[in-house]
């Protein structure tokens, strides 16, 4: 079983942080109406709905990605790049304690969920406006006793790495190779979005299924060319708030056997983050990798 854990659209919405959009009016009933199929659809997928403690004072809580990371043995707390956000945590991990062990980034890191993308084993995490090299590397600390292998990939144009790139199958990743290297995903089947479709390499998949925009018709094609199920999900008000589908849900397993980290895997995390390199004269100091 799946659960997705979700939190409602604040009333305050329009006063959402914005990066690289221009500020436009947000139909905030029309938002709550979108989420709620998008809870829907979530539901339709195979998932059980859990709620975060709505945050009627915090714009951008909707965005529940940004502030976890969930993984089968553990979830990490973020610690938002926006200062704005980081009052959205708390709420989250008094949730999350019911299905996971927690652990959290702390200053000076930074990390937003929507920049970490799992693929297997393999843990990308985009450095760019919201996420630091400082916050990869405490994401590493807490994942690497697991067996998660944490490596970096530079983001540049667009908010969070899941704007550039997200998996439609458990091997092949969705990529806007104007925002991300998509080399950096070589050992995945690699599908290019539509050039004319800049905003379309989000989408979120279920199973047997990817929840998608209608706002992206050539790219939804290719995919299907590809035998992909794609389902439409509208979150066009969300949208201009800078979210997209995969922001607006933590999804993870319920069952699971809740692992504790192996002597062989601990010893294992103190080998340095793969494009990362550590300056022998400080071992707290993160350099980033030459692309």
């Known amino acids: ?13 329009n006063r959402c942080e914005l990066t690289h959009l221009a500020r436009a009016p947000i139909d905030v009933a029309l938002a709550v109406r979108q989420h709620e199929q998008y809870e829907a659809a979530l539901r339709e997928a195979g998932c059980s709905i859990a709620h975060a403690a709505p945050e009627p004072d915090l714009p ?3 965005f529940i990605e940004d502030t976890a990371v969930v993984c089968d043995e553990v979830a990490v707390v973020t610690r938002p790049g926006a200062a704005s956000r980081r009052p959205e945590t708390a709420a989250v991990t008094a949730s999350l304690r019911a ?27 985009g450095v760019g406006a919201r996420s630091n090299v400082e916050g990869a590397r405490q994401l590493e600390e807490r994942l690497s006793p697991y067996g ?34 998509a080399l950096v995903f070589a050992s995945l089947d690699i599908v290019v979005v539509d050039p004319g479709e800049s905003f379309a390499a989000n989408a979120l998949l279920l199973g047997d299924r990817i929840l998608y925009s209608p706002a992206y018709p050539r790219t939804r094609a290719l995919l299907e060319r590809r035998g992909l199920r794609v389902v439409p999900v509208d979150l066009s008000e969300l949208a201009k708030a800078e979210g997209a589908l995969t922001c ?41 990798p030459s692309f």
């Open 148 to 181: 998660y292998e944490v490596r970096l990939v530079p983001v540049n144009g667009c908010l969070h790495l899941k704007s550039a790139a997200t998996l439609v199958s458990p091997t092949a990743v969705l990529v806007n190779p104007a925002w991300v290297d």
């Open 1 to 13: 079983m799946l659960i997705a854990l979700t939190r409602a659209v604040a009333p305050s919405l």
């Open 60 to 62: 951008d809580s909707v």
């Open 99 to 125: 299905f996971r062990r927690v652990e959290a980034i702390e200053a000076p890191g930074t990390l937003d969920g929507g920049d970490v993308l799992v693929a297997g084993r393999t843990v990308y995490v």
């Open 248 to 288: 607006c849900s933590l999804v993870f397993k319920r069952d699971t056997d809740l692992p504790s980290p192996s002597s062989t895997l601990i010893a294992e995390s103190r080998i340095p983050l793969k494009g990362i390199q550590r300056d022998p004269a400080r071992s707290a100091s993160w350099a980033m």
